[in-house]
């Protein structure tokens, strides 16, 4: 069952009545460090919130501010996949931003984040390592291409064992994802080891519709959401490095 911490809402009796069976949820859990971020598989902050509650929660793997309970509700659906489990992204190719200029930014943070994309005995997965600082979640995800823009997504968590018997004689491809705030909107940065002057920035929507506007301070070169080179499984496969 996932994990949820919600930060700055107070209707607690009708989430916990409306996702029975679905959702364990925290509110306003006490952060102790990245472990606080790691033990929830989401959290969602009211808008208003300080910076610094924020900042605390950057490094949760799905981190979503929600301006009102309507919209809290509308967030934690689509986290759980009701009606369905669905991943809806566009991908851009920016300019590689200075990482001292982006550790400057209050709203700014990031993960170290290793991943294969494994074939074995008729089935087709991802598995990833996130976390920084020796502390790391490991997770395993099984997506079908809907467009290119929309997937159905389903992810569980797994055990470092079973990430390590997993990733045995695959391509690991290895990234920092720097995650960032801007108008209330969620965008992850991925800079990698082996391009030294571009990076790919994505951002998750709940439509294909949804609008947003890009952080002004990344210099964006082009939209390559369609773009099937830029795909991380092609990537790995490019650059990942083999493990024995």
Same mark, same amino acid.
Request: include cysteine.
């Given at each position: 069952?996932?994990?949820?911490?919600?930060?700055?809402?107070?209707?607690?009796?009708?989430?916990?009545?409306?996702?029975?069976?679905?959702?364990?949820?925290?509110?306003?859990?006490?952060?102790?460090?990245?472990?606080?971020?790691?033990?929830?598989?989401?959290?969602?902050?009211?808008?208003?919130?300080?910076?610094?509650v924020i900042k605390c929660w950057l490094g949760n793997e799905h981190l979503r501010i929600a301006a009102d309970y309507a919209a809290l509700i509308c967030e934690i659906d689509f986290f759980l996949?009701?009606?369905?489990? +669905? &991943? $809806? @992204?566009? %991908?851009?190719?920016?300019?590689?931003?200075?990482?001292?200029?982006?550790? #400057?930014?209050?709203?700014?943070?990031?993960?170290?984040?290793?991943?294969?994309?494994?074939n074995r005995n008729g089935e087709r997965f991802r598995v990833r390592k996130r976390g920084r600082d020796g502390d790391f979640i490991y997770i395993k995800t099984q997506k079908t291409k809907l467009?290119?823009?929309?997937?159905?997504?389903?992810?569980?968590?797994?055990?470092?064992?079973?990430?390590?018997?997993?990733?045995?004689?695959?391509?690991?491809?290895?990234?920092?994802?720097?995650?960032?705030?801007?108008?209330?909107?969620?965008?992850?940065?991925?800079?990698?080891?082996?391009?030294?002057?571009?990076?790919? +920035? &994505? $951002? @998750?929507? %709940?439509?294909?519709?949804?609008?947003?506007?890009?952080?002004?301070?990344? #210099?964006?070169?082009?939209?390559?959401?369609?773009?099937?080179?830029?795909?991380?499984?092609?990537?790995?496969?490019?650059?990942?490095?083999?493990?024995?």
């Open positions: 069952m996932e994990k949820i911490a919600v930060i700055g809402f107070d209707n607690k009796d009708e989430i916990i009545k409306r996702y029975a069976g679905k959702a364990e949820f925290d509110f306003d859990p006490e952060y102790s460090g990245k472990s606080s971020e790691y033990a929830y598989s989401a959290a969602f902050i009211k808008s208003g919130q300080s910076e610094s996949g009701i009606p369905e489990p +669905l &991943e $809806i @992204e566009r %991908k851009f190719l920016i300019k590689n931003p200075a990482e001292s200029t982006l550790a #400057e930014n209050a709203l700014c943070d990031f993960v170290d984040i290793a991943q294969a994309y494994v467009t290119e823009m929309k997937r159905i997504e389903k992810e569980t968590r797994i055990t470092k064992a079973q990430y390590e018997e997993c990733i045995k004689g695959e391509k690991v491809l290895y990234k920092r994802r720097w995650l960032m705030l801007y108008k209330e909107k969620f965008f992850e940065l991925d800079i990698f080891p082996f391009w030294a002057d571009r990076a790919l +920035l &994505e $951002i @998750e929507l %709940k439509s294909e519709e949804e609008t947003f506007e890009l952080p002004p301070f990344l #210099e964006v070169e082009k939209e390559v959401t369609q773009d099937k080179s830029f795909r991380n499984s092609v990537l790995c496969q490019l650059y990942g490095i083999r493990q024995k």
